[in-house]
C-alpha cells in the first residue's frame, strides 16, 4: 500500500536531504552601515557531508582598528591585496546557491551580508537563514551552558573544531554545533527544515495563528483580558497602547513561557478602553483582584496579607491578623509574607515589656493565668507586677511606634546590635538589624498610606506629551475618576464636572484606604512623578515628623526610603499649548 499523507503539516524538507552553507564575517566593527567585512568563512554541507569551502579575505575602504587586529589576527598589510567586497560578494552568492543559510549570531553576518549587497547592487536572495545562538537557548539548559557563545558551546557539545576569531575557523565550528544541536532535536521529533525554523524561533504556531485577536482592540490605553472558549478569564493586562502591545504576545519578543501556553488557550481578548494610563494601572489591579486569572502572578490576593495588631484590652498584645477591622486597634503592615511579619513582632518584644502570651488578661485575674509566666517565659509586666495604667505606658510605646515615632524603639534595638558586635556575635547582630529593617520599613509604609487614605479627596493633574491634561480625582486614598482635557482648552470645567460625577467612596478602617493597598501606592507613585501638579486637597496630607521614615535614617536603614511628601504645589493650571 502506498504512502498517505495524513495533513499539510506533514509537509516539509528533511533536514537530511537540505544543503546548508555556515557562513562565518570577520569585520572591521559591529555596524554594518560604519563598518566592513574583512574575512569571509563558508562552509557547504548535506547530510552531515562538507561538499565544499569557501575563505578569503576582504579589502575593507579603512583601516582596521587595533583592538579588533588584535582580537582576531588580521591586520591591515595582510588585507592590502585582497580582492574587494564587490568581487568576493558575488562569489559568495554563487557559493550560496539556494541553500539554507546558517549562522551563529546570525543577525550580525546577515546584517553586513544585506548591507554589502545594497552597497554593490546585488539583490540579497532571501535564504532562509538558522541562528545556532537562538536554536542553542532553545534547546540547552542554562545549567548545561551558561551563555551560547560559540566558543562556550564548541565546549559544551564536544565539536571537533573550536572558532579561534578566524572566518573558516569559526564557520567549521558553527557547522559541528548545527550537528549537534540537530541530533539532539532528532529526539523530540524535529526532522525537516520548517520544523527546525520553528523551534528556533519562540513564536509558535499557536501564536502566530491567534494574531488576529489584536486587531479588534484600539491604540489607546486600557486593560485588556484574555479569556478562554468558555469566557473565563486567563490573563489581565495594562497598556498606553491596547492593540499595539496585545499584538507582541504573537511575536518573538514574547518570551514567557507561561504566555506562550496562555495563547494558545486563548480564544478572544477584551479590552476596556480608559481615559489615563493610571486608571488603566488601576482597573488592572482590580480586575486581577476580582477574577484571579490564573497566567497573573502578582495581585491576585490581596487578602491573603498579614497585619501586626496591637490589640484593644486591660493588658494590650501584638497579634497576627489577616484582616483590618473598625475595633479601635492599632495597625501595621501588611506584611509580604508571615515570616516577615513574625520577625517585626520579634523586634517589638525585644524593645518594649509587652506581654507575649494569648491569654485575655483582666485587672481581677491573677497572674497565674498566664502560661508563659508560669513557666518564666514571660517578662512582660502585665497581671500581677503592674496595674493597667502601668502597663498602658508601655502598649502607648508600641502605639506611638506604629503610628508616629518610632525612634525609641529603635534606639534600644541599635542598642541591642551594637552590644552584640561589640563581642562578635555577628551573626545574632545581623539577625536582630533585619528584624529592625523589617519593623522600620513596615512602619514607613503604613504611615504612608494611612496619611494617604485620610484624604477626604484630592483632585491632581499633569501634562500629556500631546498636550492637555490628564486629570484625576481620589477619595480616601482611592482612585474615584479620571479624564482629560484637549490642548488648548481650560481645565477647569473638566475638573469640575469630574469631581461632580466621581465615585462615591466609603472610607476604610485606619491605616486602610478605600481600596486596595497596591492600588494606593499605584496612584501614590503617579503623584509623586515630576510634573505631578495638585489642584485641590480637602483635608490634611501630612506625615508625622519623626515617623517610620526617620527612625529609618537614625537606624541606617536603607529600607525605609519610600516616605511620602506633602505636596505644596498649588500653583493655578493654564491651558496647554
Given at each position: 500500500?502506498?504512502m ?12 537530511v ?5 555556515v ?18 568563512g563558508?562552509?557547504k554541507?548535506r547530510?552531515?557531508e ?17 583592538f579588533?587586529?588584535?582580537?582576531t ?6 588585507v ?26 546570525a ?22 537563514v ?5 536554536l ?14 560559540l ?7 564536544k ?8 572566518a573558516?575557523?569559526?564557520?567549521r565550528?558553527?557547522v ?11 529526539n ?5 527544515v520548517?520544523?527546525l ?9 499557536a501564536?502566530?495563528?491567534k ?11 486600557g ?26 504576545y ?14 494558545a ?14 486608571e488603566?494601572e ?8 476580582e477574577?484571579k486569572?490564573?497566567?497573573n ?5 490581596p ?18 491578623v489577616r484582616?483590618?477591622?473598625?475595633d479601635?486597634?492599632?495597625y501595621?503592615g ?18 518594649v515589656?509587652?506581654r507575649q502570651?494569648?491569654?485575655?488578661l ?13 513557666m518564666?517565659r514571660?517578662?512582660a ?15 502607648a510605646a ?13 534606639e534600644?534595638l ?8 561589640a ?32 484624604v ?17 480625582v ?17 481645565p ?15 472610607p ?9 493597598i497596591?492600588?494606593?501606592e ?10 505631578t501638579?495638585?489642584?485641590?486637597v ?13 527612625a ?5 536603614s ?13 500653583r ?6
Amino acid at each position: 500500500m502506498g504512502m498517505v499523507q495524513g495533513t499539510l503539516d506533514a509537509l516539509g524538507t528533511p533536514l537530511v536531504a537540505t544543503t546548508f552553507v555556515v557562513v562565518d564575517l570577520e569585520t572591521t566593527g559591529g555596524s554594518p552601515t560604519a563598518n566592513a567585512i574583512t574575512e569571509v568563512g563558508a562552509v557547504k554541507v548535506r547530510g552531515g557531508e562538507v561538499l565544499g569551502e569557501l575563505q578569503t579575505l576582504v579589502q575593507p575602504a579603512t583601516s582596521i582598528p587595533p583592538f579588533v587586529a588584535v582580537l582576531t589576527g588580521i591586520t591591515d598589510a595582510m588585507v592590502a591585496t585582497a580582492p574587494r567586497i564587490e568581487a568576493v560578494l558575488p562569489a559568495f552568492l554563487e557559493f550560496a546557491g539556494d541553500a539554507v543559510l546558517v549562522a551563529h549570531n546570525a543577525p550580525f553576518d546577515v546584517g553586513f551580508l544585506k548591507a554589502a549587497c545594497e552597497a554593490t547592487a546585488h539583490r540579497w536572495p532571501g535564504l532562509p537563514v538558522i541562528d545556532t545562538a537562538r536554536l542553542a537557548r532553545r534547546v540547552l539548559a542554562r545549567d548545561e551552558a551558561h551563555d551560547c557563545r560559540l566558543a562556550t558551546l564548541a565546549r559544551v557539545l564536544k565539536t571537533g573544531t573550536m572558532p579561534t576569531h578566524r572566518a573558516l575557523d569559526d564557520a567549521r565550528a558553527t557547522v559541528d554545533v548545527l550537528h549537534r544541536l540537530i541530533e539532539r532535536l532528532g529526539n523530540v521529533g524535529v526532522h525537516t527544515v520548517e520544523e527546525l525554523a520553528t523551534w528556533q524561533s519562540t513564536v509558535t504556531l499557536a501564536q502566530r495563528r491567534k494574531r488576529y485577536l489584536a486587531e479588534t482592540l484600539p491604540h489607546a490605553p486600557g486593560v485588556y483580558l484574555f479569556l478562554d472558549s468558555g469566557g473565563a478569564t486567563l490573563y489581565v493586562g495594562k497598556s498606553k497602547d491596547m492593540r499595539a502591545r496585545v499584538r507582541t504576545y504573537f511575536t518573538a519578543s514574547e518570551t514567557r513561557r507561561r504566555m506562550t501556553e496562555m495563547v494558545a488557550i486563548a480564544e478572544s481578548v477584551t479590552g476596556i478602553e480608559c481615559a489615563t494610563p493610571l486608571e488603566a494601572e488601576v482597573r488592572e489591579l482590580r480586575l486581577i483582584a476580582e477574577r484571579k486569572p490564573r497566567y497573573n502572578r502578582r495581585s491576585r490576593f490581596p487578602e491573603h496579607a498579614t497585619w501586626l495588631k496591637l490589640t484593644v484590652e486591660p493588658f494590650p498584645r501584638l497579634s497576627l491578623v489577616r484582616e483590618v477591622k473598625p475595633d479601635r486597634a492599632t495597625y501595621v503592615g501588611p506584611f509580604g509574607s508571615r515570616r516577615l511579619a513574625e520577625a517585626a513582632m520579634t523586634a517589638v518584644h525585644e524593645a518594649v515589656p509587652i506581654r507575649q502570651c494569648t491569654e485575655r488578661l483582666t485587672p481581677g485575674r491573677h497572674r497565674s493565668a498566664c502560661a508563659l509566666a508560669e513557666m518564666g517565659r514571660c517578662g512582660a509586666p502585665c497581671e500581677g507586677r503592674e496595674s493597667v495604667a502601668a502597663y498602658a505606658q508601655h502598649a502607648a510605646a508600641v502605639q506611638l511606634a506604629f503610628t508616629a515615632d518610632a525612634r525609641a524603639v529603635v534606639e534600644r534595638l541599635r542598642a541591642r546590635i551594637e552590644r552584640l558586635a561589640a563581642t562578635e556575635r555577628y551573626e545574632e547582630a545581623a539577625v536582630h538589624r533585619d528584624r529592625m529593617t523589617v519593623l522600620v520599613r513596615t512602619t514607613t509604609r503604613t504611615q504612608r498610606i494611612a496619611a494617604f487614605a485620610a484624604v477626604t479627596q484630592l483632585v491632581a493633574a499633569r501634562r500629556r506629551e500631546v498636550g492637555g491634561w490628564e486629570l484625576h480625582v481620589v477619595r480616601n486614598g482611592k482612585l474615584a475618576a479620571a479624564g482629560v482635557t484637549p490642548a488648548g482648552v481650560n481645565p477647569r470645567p473638566s475638573i469640575d464636572a469630574l469631581v461632580a460625577t466621581a465615585e462615591t467612596v466609603t472610607p476604610a478602617p485606619p491605616p486602610l484606604p478605600a481600596a486596595s493597598i497596591e492600588e494606593a501606592e499605584c496612584v501614590l507613585r503617579w503623584l509623586e512623578t515630576p510634573g505631578t501638579r495638585l489642584v485641590d486637597v480637602d483635608g490634611v496630607w501630612a506625615l508625622p515628623a519623626a515617623g517610620g521614615g526617620l527612625a529609618g535614617v537614625a537606624a541606617g536603614s536603607e529600607q525605609a526610603d519610600r516616605t511620602a511628601r506633602p505636596f505644596d504645589d498649588r500653583r493655578r493650571l493654564r491651558p496647554s499649548r
